[in-house]
């Protein structure tokens, strides 16, 4: 079935507002951009609830911040998509950097697949809020109970250093309320960094979505069937899709135009001589 889903297909215009919403309405999540499921876990609870109980949840980490977190989530999904036959290769590390196209477009490729099982209906039996707390429940069982017996061991060890230090408690408060003014001062100035820091970041992360949805609309546009073999959409489409490393991809576009432009002019030529 998923081999079946070209690039071509109405899939991949769905835009990223319908696409998260998507994923918030059926997992009762709350994302506001696109990279934040860029960790896999959605995509793997999304085929959880597709196929109820195929995907072992516990495995599935929620919190995965590092590529090495993210890396094992999208595992546990391609041996899922494998066992199921589904006929997808998972491009991880692109995924894993969190670029906005790349996860966009394989949500719109999942969000098709999921579609094409279930008709678009919503599974009412399922309940993602409660299937990610049992999992992450059975995921977190035996670092809690080891982290317990860590806990208790550390303040046996306190306990005993305290008794045999025999702590001067006057000293101590004098020494303790010197350090709390000079950590207040430092945790206000700290805090006005961070405040200050979330606002430029908020700033970057407006301007990033603004001319990713431009990009977005530029490319919707080349792939429309009047254009998509147009020279000047196909040079564009070679600079959309270079790769990061590639630094001649404006080269190579101005390039092909000129080609194409003699091309044309030669043709125009030839049919003048033969009228």
Request: contains cysteine; aromatic residues 6%.
């Amino acid at each position: 079935m998923a081999s079946n889903i070209g690039m071509m297909d109405s899939a991949y215009f769905v835009g990223r507002n319908e696409i998260l919403t998507w994923i918030n309405n059926r997992l009762q999540l709350n994302l506001s951009r696109i990279e934040e499921a860029a960790s896999g876990a959605v995509q793997c609870q999304m085929i959880d609830m597709t196929y109820p109980g195929a995907v072992p949840m516990h495995k599935v980490n929620f919190d995965a911040k590092s590529e090495y977190d993210m890396i094992q989530n999208y595992k546990v999904l391609q041996e899922v998509f494998n066992k199921l036959k589904i006929d997808k290769h998972i491009e991880v590390n692109r995924l894993v950097k969190g670029r906005p196209l790349d996860n966009l477009e394989f949500l719109q490729w999942l969000k098709r697949y999921c579609d094409s099982v279930n008709g678009g209906i919503m599974n009412e039996n399922y309940d993602p809020v409660e299937r990610r707390l049992k999992g992450g429940k059975e995921r977190n069982l035996k670092g809690s109970l080891k982290s317990s017996k860590s806990l208790q061991a550390n303040n046996l060890h306190n306990l005993a250093s305290g008794d045999a230090a025999g702590i001067n408690k006057n000293t101590v408060s004098k020494q303790g309320k010197t350090g709390v003014a000079a950590a207040s001062s430092e945790v206000r100035a700290l805090s006005k960094e961070i405040t200050d820091l979330k606002l430029s970041v908020d700033l970057l992360e407006k301007e990033r979505d603004f001319y990713f949805a431009k990009l977005r609309d530029i490319e919707i546009l080349c792939q429309s069937t009047k254009v998509e073999n147009h020279p000047m959409a196909v040079a564009i489409k070679k600079i959309l899709y270079a790769a990061d490393a590639k630094e001649s991809a404006l080269d190579e576009a101005q390039e092909f135009i000129s080609q194409s432009v003699d091309n044309g002019e030669t043709e125009e030529a030839n049919e003048e001589e033969t009228d």
